[in-house]
């Protein structure tokens, strides 16, 4: 297998795109960040692809963002060195995708491996896959506009545990929710999704550019707002007392233990 962060493969106007840090299950660093960004606007910008098709390498589907790499960030900023793109960059490139976005859940998925569910046209999961969203236990806020879009697809309350918890939710869960689709048994999961795909992608790219624009332009201002909420929030919570007990906590291997911060943290 390459060492490319992500694979790609073209069949039937169907682009699959598997990330592919498999030893770090999928964790997002920088460098993934740039190749799966690039690879959306690639797919975007050529006219041979209808659909990509997203999945992961392995055992999880993403790991969410390399918490490795972002103690690194939070300790040394200064020599940290950025991607083109990064994580807001992948944002912009989800947010802009004009083509059906089809992702194919195959194992575990945390942070941006969750919360990339919001920008799914057709979501399918492995039955023995779950997703967390682990904001509260970093001591971070929510992102990729998942609280806007969460509550909209799950409604509050599911959306609620969700952000708030820092619990799993397993795959049947995550279908009650809305978060996805479909589910499938593992063997079958990579096969369904892209017989769906293969469907859409028989249809023409331009009327599927259409669909996909007027389905998503009433929720673009209410996306860029909640990004924009979030991305202060995360700033305001970032290297503050409970995130760099967080951070320590992950580097020790150990539970973070937040009940003797100062007032208010």
Request: hydrophobic share 50%; glycine share 8%; with cysteine.
């Amino acid at each position: 297998m390459t060492d490319a962060p992500i694979l790609v493969d073209d069949q039937a106007r169907v682009r699959t795109v598997t990330l592919n840090r498999p030893e770090a299950l999928n964790a997002c660093n920088e460098a993934l960040y740039d190749a799966l960004a690039q690879g959306l606007i690639d797919a975007g910008a050529d006219p041979s692809v209808a659909v990509v098709l997203l999945t992961g390498s392995g055992r999880a589907f993403c790991a969410g963002t390399d918490l490795v790499e972002m103690a690194a960030r939070v300790m040394d900023p200064d020599n940290f060195v950025e991607g083109t793109h990064g994580f807001l960059g992948l944002i912009d490139a989800l947010v802009d995708f004009p083509k059906p976005l089809v992702i194919a859940v195959n194992g575990l998925g945390l942070g941006i491996g969750a919360t990339i569910l919001g920008f799914a046209d057709l979501a399918f999961m492995s039955t023995t896959a779950k997703l967390k969203c682990p904001f509260t236990s970093l001591a971070v806020a929510p992102e990729a506009a998942s609280s806007f879009l969460f509550p909209r697809l799950a409604g509050h309350q599911a959306a609620a545990w969700m952000l708030l918890s820092s619990e799993w939710i397993s795959a049947a869960e995550a279908h009650d929710m809305g978060l996805v689709w479909k589910l499938c048994e593992p063997d079958d999961l990579l096969a369904e999704a892209h017989r769906h795909a293969a469907i859409l992608a028989a249809k023409p790219i331009s009327s599927l550019v259409a669909c996909k624009r007027v389905m998503v332009a009433p929720l673009r201002a209410e996306i860029a707002a909640a990004r924009e909420r979030e991305n202060q929030c995360f700033i305001d919570l970032m290297g503050g007392p409970a995130n760099s007990e967080a951070l320590a906590a992950f580097a020790e291997g150990r539970e973070p233990d937040f009940t003797n911060l100062p007032p208010g943290w």
